[in-house]
T-cell receptor, first 112, second 117 residues
Framework: AQSVTQLGSHVSVSEGALVLLRCNYS??????LFWYVQYPNQGLQLLLKYTSAATLVKGINGFEAEFKKSETSFHLTKPSAHMSDAAEYFC??????????FGKGTRLHILP | GAVVSQHPSRVICKSGTSVKIECRSLDFQATTMFWYRQFPKQSLMLMAT?????????EQGVEKDKFLINHASLTLSTLTVTSAHPEDSSFYIC?????????????FGPGTRLTVL
């Protein structure tokens, strides 16, 4: 069975600083991996996805993630944080049976 | 494109009543829709997978007689919480997969906040 572990339930970074949200996955087959963002009382918005093409995936709002099979990781990064990036971020994995399994989420706080 | 709507966005009901939540794919056909629930400050938990024209597949521990799912068309799935109780209060989110298939991506609705008094 697949699973996702997000390290750090809360991450705080200063505005303009690097954002790094960590995600490790477990899957018995080559996975599809996703990062979603959720603003308060809203649904999920897809930031980016890995579907076995390029290992460095660029998404919306300046985010990107790198798939590292040897480390079973799919960390999310953004070079310079904006106040508007404050939200909950979910890493997710799918093993192609249509189900998406979500991590527990990381709350990103942006410090002025 | 790929917009999913949910109605209502918020609902408050008395204990013992039933509540229906609609999930619609507005600009694409969805052969598969998913229902999740999210407790405060927690992750999304898959409740069931809904396929158009067939019975929903429920995850372990989800009462199918309590959470009735109907997927009558390629653009509409409904979740009915029957005889709701305060412990059913949660944020319910649906998602839909494009019939054409796009890398197993699911498009999420904005969610429905259910409060049972």
């Amino acid at each position: 069975a697949q699973s996702v572990t997000q390290l750090g339930s809360h991450v705080s970074v200063s505005e303009g600083a690097l954002v790094l949200l960590r995600c490790n996955y477990s899957s018995s087959v080559p996975p599809y991996l996703f990062w979603y963002v959720q603003y308060p009382n809203q649904g999920l918005q897809l930031l980016l996805k890995y579907t076995s093409a390029a290992t460095l995936v660029k998404g919306i709002n300046g985010f990107e993630a790198e798939f590292k099979k040897s480390e079973t990781s799919f960390h999310l990064t953004k070079p310079s944080a904006h106040m508007s990036d404050a939200a909950e971020y979910f890493c997710a994995v799918s093993d192609r049976d249509d189900k998406i399994i979500f991590g527990k989420g990381t709350r990103l706080h942006i410090l002025p | 494109g790929a917009v999913v709507s949910q109605h209502p966005s918020r609902v408050i009901c008395k204990s013992g009543t039933s509540v229906k939540i609609e999930c619609r794919s507005l600009d694409f056909q969805a052969t598969t829709m998913f229902w999740y629930r999210q407790f405060p400050k927690q992750s999304l938990m898959l409740m069931a997978t809904s396929n158009e024209g067939s019975k929903a597949t429920y995850e372990q521990g989800v009462e199918k007689d309590k959470f009735l799912i109907n997927h009558a068309s390629l653009t509409l799935s409904t979740l009915t919480v029957t005889s709701a109780h305060p412990e059913d209060s949660s944020f319910y989110i649906c998602s839909a997969r494009d019939k054409r298939g796009s890398g197993y991506e699911q498009f999420f609705g904005p969610g429905t906040r259910l409060t049972v008094l």
